[in-house]
């Protein structure tokens, strides 16, 4: 048993050894082949750092500009040139050229009332003056009348004195130094001296015989028969007919409207502090929710002088031209209208600065490096911010022309490697 135990203890120990031998064989056999791998080019390859990747930026000049800054309001489209047609004499419609959106000329027939009864009295009134003219003529013949005389010395002298107190009563009266009772007065010993004077020898005689009211008469009743003819009283646009074809119609009766939109007036509402930066000749930028991202130009044509005392906003009308009558009265417009005008600034555009630690900054471009610059701000409007460069080492100034970085940069740091992939520019409208 003793036997047993010491040939049981060798056999192990030899197989102990066996194995120790047959790792520290196969460890020594496996490095050669290791240090040959790291020696080659692919392990040199793994164990180089990753070149870094610049990183893609966009960004815009440094610019030397004038800083507009523009004052933002509500405001409402109007038109200056809006009639409401309304028939002037009484009658049947006869025509209607008029329809609704339609074009007119001025001048151009919208609508005819039937004349017939207009035109039986003028014939009536024309036999009316014929009849007193011709009285007038057989008296003149029979009473071997000359017609008008010249007045003798005398008279012809009251003539010119009451012509002359005529007139100064009526310069007296213009200017405020007598009463309408005395010009009138005056007016009356001039026209007693004309009729006395025998110079209105023909007018009285034609006024006894009625020719002079049977003239009013035809004159009246010709422009009655003009008014027949309705015309558009400037170019424009028909729109709200109200009547028809056939329809009696009363005088003073509405018919349809003429409105001209080639030019719309905008009127904003502009705070009762704010007034004073508003100048008559300063361009207006006007946007309309009907034409979304599409900017119309206006220009400050008056500034009311009342302050309304409801709001404390003073209206401020902006004429737009509108050629191709997209904008119509009524519209809501947002207006900006320029302010105030900063000449040659030197400038960025607003997203270009950041803060870091209080401190405002932007990013240059520096040979495909992003390089950070304090800056020190001045005046800014929502697209650009002044640059001022008073008390900055001359390294440190920005300068015309250099690119600073406007969308990228939020998390950027010092020298980190960038690439320009496009153009955030900002314009002042």
Avoid at 250 to 275: M, Q, W, Y
Wanted: charged share 30%; aromatic share 6%; proline share 4%.
């Amino acid at each position: 048993m003793v036997f047993s135990k010491k040939i049981l203890t060798i056999v192990l120990a030899v197989i102990l050894v066996g194995v120790l031998a047959f790792f520290l064989y196969f460890n020594k056999s496996k490095e050669p082949a290791a240090a040959g791998e790291a020696s080659g080019p692919a392990g040199q390859a793994a164990k180089q750092k990753p070149e870094e990747m610049p990183l893609p930026v966009k960004a815009a000049p440094v610019i030397r500009a004038d800083l507009i800054m523009k004052l933002k309001t509500p405001g409402e489209a109007v038109t200056e040139k809006k009639a409401t047609i309304k028939a002037e004499v009484t009658g049947v419609l006869k025509n209607i050229q008029a329809a609704e959106g339609k074009h007119v000329r001025e001048g151009e027939i919208l609508a005819e009332i039937d004349d017939q009864d207009i035109r039986l009295k003028l014939e009536r009134y024309e036999a009316s003056r014929w009849k007193a003219l011709s009285d007038l003529f057989l008296d003149r013949q029979f009473s071997g009348g000359q017609g008008n005389q010249p007045a003798d010395p005398k008279i012809a002298e009251k003539v010119n004195k009451t012509r002359e107190a005529f007139d100064k009563a009526g310069t007296d009266f213009v200017q405020g130094r007598v009463p309408r009772e005395d010009m009138e007065k005056a007016q009356r010993d001039y026209e007693m001296a004309l009729i006395e004077s025998g110079v209105k020898k023909d007018d009285v005689i034609a006024s006894s015989k009625g020719l002079t009211s049977a003239e009013i008469d035809v004159k009246t009743t010709k422009r009655e028969l003009e008014k027949t003819e309705i015309r558009a009283p400037f170019d424009g646009i028909v729109t709200e007919i109200k009547v028809s074809v056939k329809e009696n119609v009363a005088a003073g009766r509405d018919l349809f409207t003429v409105v001209n939109i080639s030019t719309i007036k905008v009127v904003a509402k502009v705070l009762e502090s704010e007034v004073g930066k508003i100048k008559i000749g300063r361009e207006a930028a006007l946007r309309f929710s009907a034409y979304p991202g599409k900017v119309f130009k206006g220009r400050v044509e008056a500034v009311s002088p009342i302050i309304n005392p409801e709001d404390k906003t003073c209206a401020v009308h902006i004429v737009v031209p509108n050629p191709q009558e997209e904008l119509k009265p009524g519209m809501h417009a947002e207006v900006e209208i320029v302010a105030a005008i900063f000449a040659n600034r030197l400038l960025v555009p607003h997203d270009a600065v950041l803060v870091r630690a209080g401190r405002k900054l932007v990013f240059v471009v520096e040979g495909g490096l992003a390089k950070w610059r304090y800056i020190q701000a001045g005046l800014e409007n929502e697209e650009y911010v002044e640059i001022l460069e008073e008390n900055v080492p001359d390294n440190e100034k920005l300068k015309e022309g250099e690119q600073v970085i406007t969308e990228g940069h939020i998390t950027l740091a010092h020298d980190a490697k960038v690439q320009i992939t496009g153009s955030k520019g900002q314009g002042q409208n």
